[in-house]
C-alpha cells in the first residue's frame, strides 16, 4: 500500500504522486468511517483533543524488539527539517527510504528513555534532527519500517480523533 509518504515496498522505487494522492483520500475516508462508528469523544479522547487544540500532537509510547519508543507527531518546524533533509535524495531511488528515516528521526523523541542525539552546543539544536538522521542511516531497514509504520497509524489515529471531534461538535 502506497501513502503520502512513498510506498511501503523496500524504498527503491520513486512514489507515483498521483497514487499517493488517491491512498491519502482512502486514509481520510477510512478514518472519517472510524469516526462516525463512534462519534462521542472517550475521556482519554477529550484529554488528547486539548493536546490538540494548544499543541496539535499526539505522543504514544510502544515496545519494539524489546525498546520503548517515544513517538510525536511533527510540527511544522519539523516537517519542514525533514523536506531539508531529503532534498538532496529527491528524484532518485533511494527518495522514499530517505524521506521514512528522516520523518523517524524527527519523530523519535527517546529510545529506552535515551535521546538518538544529545546536543553538545548551541549550533546543534539548529540540526538536531539531522543529526538523529545520521544516527538512523546506521540502523537497519526494518527496525525504521517499524518505526516509521507505528507513526503513520499515529497520524492516522489524530485525524480519526479530529474527524470524530468534527462529528460531535455538530
Known amino acids: 500500500m502506497a501513502t503520502m509518504d512513498g510506498p511501503t515496498d523496500d524504498g527503491l522505487i520513486p ?4 497514487a499517493l494522492l488517491e491512498q491519502r483520500k482512502i486514509e481520510v475516508k477510512e478514518a472519517a468511517v472510524k469516526a462516525e462508528e463512534n462519534p462521542e469523544l472517550t475521556a482519554e479522547e477529550e484529554d488528547e483533543v486539548v493536546d490538540l487544540i494548544n499543541a496539535g500532537r499526539k505522543e504514544v509510547h510502544f515496545t519494539l524488539f524489546g525498546r520503548v519508543i517515544h513517538l510525536r507527531t511533527l510540527t511544522i518546524a ?3 527539517k525533514v523536506s531539508e533533509i531529503t532534498k538532496p535524495f529527491m528524484q532518485s531511488d533511494g527518495y522514499p527510504r530517505a524521506y521514512r528515516t ?4 524527527a519523530a523519535v523523541r527517546t529510545i529506552d528513555g535515551e535521546l538518538l542525539f544529545n ?3 548551541e549550533s546543534d539544536f539548529d540540526r538536531i ?5 545520521e544516527v538512523l542511516l546506521g540502523y537497519y531497514p526494518l527496525a525504521v519500517d517499524q518505526i516509521y509504520s507505528r507513526y503513520r497509524d499515529l497520524e492516522l489515529e489524530l485525524l480519526a480523533l479530529v474527524e470524530k471531534l468534527g462529528k460531535s461538535s455538530g
Not at 528522516?102 to 528521526?105: L, T
Not at 534532527?129 to 538522521?133: E, L, P, S, T, W
Open 78 to 80: 519539523e516537517e519542514l
Open 15 to 18: 512514489p507515483d504522486q498521483d
Open 129 to 133: 534532527i539531522f543529526k538523529k538522521f
Open 102 to 105: 528522516a520523518v523517524v528521526a
Open 119 to 121: 546536543p553538545i552546543s
